[in-house]
C-alpha cells in the first residue's frame, strides 16, 4: 500500500489574500505592466516638461499623480475581490480535509468532494508558508505548512518529489 499523507487546514481571509497577492505580483505579466506604467508616465512628463523649464507646476507632476492613484486603486479593488470572493466560497476554504497518495489528491469539506489525479496537475511550488498546487496558470490550492500537525514538512516534500514524472516539482 502507498504511503498517504492527509492535512486537515482552514485557511483565513488574511492568508488568501496574501497567497493571491504573492502570486499575482511575482507573475511577469504583472510586472512588466507596472514598469509600462511606470516608463509611461515618466514619458508624460517629458512631454509637459518639453521646454527644459526650470520651474514646475502640478501639470509637471500630474501624471505621477495619476499613476500612483491608479496603482492605489488597484490594489484596493484586488483586495475588495479577495475579501467577496473568500466570503462568498468560505466552505472552500475552511475544515478541509486533504488527503495525498500517489493516485492523486482527494480534498473534502463542507458539502463537497474533490478527487484529482497528479495528471491534472501542472506543477508544485513551495514558498516559504504555502505549497501550492496548480492545476493550471491561475488555479492553485494552497496548503499552509503552519497546519502540517500529523508528519513532517520534509516527508512531504520527499513525496511530492516522487511525483516528478507527473508533475513539475520546484521545492526550496
Known sequence: MSQQYTIHQSLNEETVRKA???L???RKLTILMLVLII??????VNIYDGFNETEY??????????????????LFFFKKKIKNDYRKNIRFYRNITF?????GMFAKGEGFENRMPWNDFEKITETEDWFLLYRNKVQYQIIDKKQ????????????????N???KVSLK
Request: charged share 15%; net charge neutral; proline share 4%.
Open 20 to 22: 493571491a497577492s504573492k
Open 24 to 26: 499575482l505580483f511575482t
Open 39 to 44: 516608463f509611461s508616465s515618466i514619458n508624460a
Open 57 to 74: 507646476s502640478i501639470l509637471t507632476f500630474f501624471p505621477f499623480i495619476i499613476c500612483f492613484v491608479l496603482i492605489i486603486a488597484l
Open 99 to 103: 488527503t495525498f497518495s500517489s493516485e
Open 148 to 163: 502540517i500537525t500529523d508528519f513532517s514538512i520534509e516527508d512531504l516534500k520527499s513525496f511530492f518529489r516522487s511525483l
Open 165 to 167: 514524472p507527473k508533475v
